[in-house]
């Protein structure tokens, strides 16, 4: 029916091959002397997706959820994943072989140093952990008198015989007529930063800053235009890009060369040992950079100052070309997701859609825009139980009929070049239940909380999150996931430093995107969640004594008005969603046929 390019549904490895994988590593660790060896879900640069050649956890143990980690001893081997992902690393992992525990609390950790015993030595790869966690994991060695001990060579490396090859994605200019600044521009505000840590370097050990600095793009890994590459940017002179040459046609390498000295990854340490000689006090990022770029810096005399990369927050508050270029995506995505709801509701009923359809759909739909360059994302489209899991993802095997009486949770998204989409939306397939319409009007009431919110200069995501999960706590009920994430510009669906969550402690600020999605998950029965994206923007309030913010909705896609109990909503709710459907209503029937130009009406009426 629809043809997807960007995803496959092939289920992971699993039986006789991963317990084979897991005997050869025990052996492969008894050679080396090593009594364990921890493997995370990570690449050199703590980056969400990694190329093929990075996936160590997914070829080692079945699960393919984006965070996680495994330990693995003689006689004992755990997988570690968040709330998240425990439904589907109970159905991924052989439960023979691994148990599946906390990631957050209790943390790894503390199962180490249950099974440890003095004198064991347990490796790890300097290069797939920050210094953070390795300072962790040796703090919990030590306290039962055994030892962590960095490799040289990942063990993983030396049994996986069918390794893929690592990425070589082609580079390409992200010009100012999407970037709205220059890269000169940007270096200078940079330096100035550099100037205020005190330090003679920053290291950009994380791709999306070097992307953003110098202007580029790039296709190495999948669902974010991202070429791997590190630099170094001096507090004066020019700064130095780590890249693989290959990557590069003349016109981006003359691109980069205009503002930087350009060099293959092996170079950067020596580069960074030459410049640590002298003593030198080098900023490192402590959410990205390898624990080996700090080793590598001490041994050479250095003083690694580890902290927060100051271009995070630079990238996070968008330009006004950036802003510009998000609305353009998104109303360009809401025809696409308007079309597709339309097509839900009149196929869906008859009961011969299933999962993969939806997410061949949605991606047929976008693909008409004749602008999607990838999706954001892999798409999330879970009938009935299948929506209970955070973070499904269909495959062949799990791939469920949509049939009435279900509810089905597509949480998608689209990679423009002007902009980075992601949308939850949740459909009734029939009759809904009064347990659901009850669930997921809680949802929708700490969805619009969100959304309505003003808050003053210095607000952080922490302070707001309570107010998306406020009426599912009446309920006695919750959810296991943060209620927002920051989302980039042509660049990382989930960017930091900002976030609604309780861990969201960066204050929010004019020009940040952040994603806005309650959510509720009946285990074996039904998932709901609500998402739009929203901009950071100022609000005028009459007599404020402070400047206050708030959010614009970027994205415009109707919510199934079958699933509300109006009767649960205040006056002002009930406003603000019926100005929000003639928005959409508004922005979106133009671009329609005749039939959905029906459909959109009847979906975005006034309650």
């Known amino acids: 029916m629809f043809e997807a390019h960007f995803q496959t549904f092939e289920d992971p490895e699993a039986g006789v091959a991963l317990t084979a994988r897991l005997a050869a590593l025990r052996e492969e660790l008894a050679r080396r002397k090593l009594t364990g060896f921890i493997v995370p879900r990570a690449d050199q640069q703590q980056n969400e997706y990694v190329p093929p050649s990075e996936e160590r956890l997914a070829w080692l143990t079945g699960f393919t959820g984006s965070a996680g980690l495994a330990i693995v001893l003689p006689q004992a081997a755990g997988l570690f994943v968040d709330g998240r992902y425990t439904l589907q690393a109970g159905k991924q992992v052989d439960g023979k072989a691994w148990t599946v525990e906390s990631l957050i609390e ?52 030396s049994i996986w015989t069918e390794r893929p090859l690592p990425p070589l994605g082609p580079v390409s200019i992200h010009g100012a007529e999407l970037a709205g600044e220059s890269e000169a521009d940007k270096l200078g505000r940079i330096r100035e930063e550099i100037g205020r840590l005190g330090v003679e370097a920053l290291v950009l050990s994380d791709s999306h800053n070097v992307a953003w600095t110098f202007n580029i793009r790039g296709s190495d890994v999948s669902h974010t235009p991202l070429p791997l590459s590190y630099a170094v940017v001096p507090k004066s002179g020019r700064p130095t890009i780590f890249i693989d040459h290959r990557k590069l046609s003349n016109v981006t390498r003359d691109h980069l060369e205009r503002n930087a000295d350009v060099a293959e ?25 390898a624990d080996a770029l700090t080793r590598l810096i001490l041994d050479a005399g250095g003083k690694p100052v580890r902290g927060a990369d100051p271009v995070s927050l630079l990238k996070a508050a968008k330009n006004q070309v950036e802003i510009e270029g998000t609305r353009r995506a998104h109303r360009r995505d809401a025809v696409a997701l308007a079309r597709f709801l339309a097509f839900i509701d009149r196929e869906a009923p008859k009961g011969t859609l299933t999962e993969i359809d939806a997410v061949e759909a949605l991606e047929s739909f976008r693909r008409d825009t004749a602008a999607l360059k990838d999706v954001s994302f892999p798409t999330i489209s879970g009938t009935g139980p299948n929506g209970a899991i955070v973070h499904y993802r269909v495959t062949r095997k799990s791939n469920r009929r949509i049939v009435p009486g279900d509810l089905l949770l597509i949480d998608s998204g689209a990679q423009y070049q002007d902009g980075t989409t992601d949308v939850t939306r949740t459909i009734a397939v029939g009759t809904p239940t009064g347990e659901m319409r009850d669930r997921f009007t809680r949802v929708l009431r700490g969805h619009l909380a969100i959304a309505r919110a003003i808050f003053p200069d210095g607000t952080t995501g922490a302070q707001l999150d309570t107010l998306a999960r406020q009426f599912l706590w009446q309920a006695g009920i919750d959810f296991e996931h943060g209620t927002g994430h920051g989302v980039g510009s042509y660049l990382s669906v989930h960017e930091g430093p900002a976030r609604i969550s309780k861990l969201g402690t960066t204050p929010l600020k004019r020009g940040m995107i952040l994603s806005n999605e309650p959510g509720y998950y009946k285990t074996d029965a039904f998932g709901i969640r609500i998402e739009n994206l929203e901009l950071v923007v100022e609000k005028e309030i009459a007599g404020a004594e402070k400047t206050m913010n708030g959010f ?12 509300i109990d109006v009767a649960m909503l205040s006056a002002e709710e009930r406003a603000w969603l019926d100005a929000y459907h003639a928005r959409v209503r508004e922005t979106v029937r133009p671009a329609l046929d005749e039939a959905d130009q029906h459909w959109l009406d009847q979906a975005t009426a006034p309650l």
Not at 123 to 135: K, N
Not at 142 to 148: F, N, W
Not at 552 to 563: G, H, N, Q, V, Y
């Open 106 to 157: 209790p943390p790894p950790e503390s199962w180490l140093t249950r099974h440890l015993q003095s004198g064991d030595r347990v490796g790890f790869d300097p290069w797939l952990h920050t210094t953070a966690a390795a300072e962790r994991f040796a703090a919990a060695c030590a306290k039962v008198g055994a030892e962590l001990v960095a490799v040289e060579g990942n063990p993983i490396d």
């Open 265 to 289: 990854p092996d170079a950067l340490t020596a580069s960074l040992g030459r410049l640590a000689q002298s003593g030198a006090a080098i900023a490192l990022d402590s959410a990205t950079a």
């Open 552 to 563: 614009e909705a970027l994205t415009l896609a109707p919510i199934d008005r079958r699933l």
